[in-house]
């Protein structure tokens, strides 16, 4: 084999996901689903987790037909604190990846705000994701390697409009990502974030259904297109790869250059 063909094997193997465990949260759709089903394209086995069994499905599915083998856990993040069998459950598992997508969102001024919204979004979006990272990353420390990846926001640099407990969430989020990062590098374990601009999902339907915001969104984007699961899906791959090695506590922002304008 030529020097030129061996280090093109190297490069491939850099990306690879290979013989790696992933667990990605809110697989049912939109991000969630795209990541979990890219990593297992890499390479790796999936761990799936999501509200309902039938929501995970057509996931579970892409997967086995890539040939990879794929496991469903049920959770609803908004109960976390009262779901120990599941975290119980996680914690004796070997993951070397974990993805913590799962996210939600409510909108409406900071006034009209109820108390329970606000309780439920910083659950689901802060609270969950300490959890279940204290959970899976007590394994990743002992076995001294782990990629975490935190799927934030743009809402973890801006304020955003009538959103403000995503808003917090997200900005804990990265907070949290460049804390862990700190405490865990020296120890195997990197910690990173993606921050997606405005991509089309469920996530966004609101937005895009009203003509003058989506209109002034997509003016601001100099790619001049709204993102797709797509755009962030291989961003996850490389984070949870060994090409990523020397990247932790780092926020990717995947914007079409929303954050430079
Ligand atoms: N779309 C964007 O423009 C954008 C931008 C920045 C950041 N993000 C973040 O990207 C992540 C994925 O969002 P998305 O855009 O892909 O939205 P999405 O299509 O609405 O997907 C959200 C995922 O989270 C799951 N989820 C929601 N509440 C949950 C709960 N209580 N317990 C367990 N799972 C729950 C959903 O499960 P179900 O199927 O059960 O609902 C779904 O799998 C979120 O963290 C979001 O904040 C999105």
């Known amino acids: 084999m030529s020097g030129a063909t061996n280090h093109t094997n190297w490069l491939e193997n850099q990306f690879s996901l290979a013989g790696k465990k992933a667990l990605v949260t809110g697989a049912s759709k939109g991000i969630g689903a795209q ?28 997967i086995s037909e890539i040939g990879r083998n794929v496991q469903s856990i049920i959770c609803d993040f908004a109960e976390i604190s009262t779901s120990q069998e599941m975290l119980s459950q996680l ?26 919204d606000w309780h439920r979004i910083i659950e689901i979006n802060l609270n969950a994701v300490f959890q279940l990272t204290q959970i899976v990353a007590e394994g990743m420390l002992a076995r001294k390697s782990g990629a975490i990846i935190n799927i934030a926001s743009l809402l973890s640099f801006q304020g955003g409009i009538n959103v403000p407990a995503y808003a917090a969430s997200k900005h804990a989020i990265a907070g949290l990502t460049k804390s862990l990062a700190n405490e865990w590098g020296a120890l195997g374990v990197r910690v990173n974030a993606i921050a997606p601009g405005y ?10 259904d ?12 100099p790619v001049a297109r709204w993102g797709t699961p797509n ?13 990523a090695r020397y990247i932790n506590g780092e926020i990717v922002t995947v914007d079409g250059g929303w954050m430079g304008r």
């Open 210 to 221: 009203d003509p003058d915001r989506s209109a002034s969104i997509l003016s601001r984007i």
């Open 91 to 116: 914690s004796k598992m070997e993951i070397d990846i974990l993805v913590n997508n799962a996210g939600s969102i409510s909108r409406a001024p900071a006034i009209a705000t109820k108390s329970d």
């Open 35 to 62: 990541i979990a089903i890219d990593m297992a394209h890499a390479g790796a086995d999936l761990i799936l987790v999501g509200r309902t069994e039938d929501s995970l499905q057509k996931t579970s599915s892409a």
């Open 199 to 208: 991509i089309e999902t469920d996530n966004t339907q609101a937005l895009r």
């Open 231 to 243: 755009d962030i899906s291989p961003v996850a791959v490389f984070l949870a790869s060994h090409a």
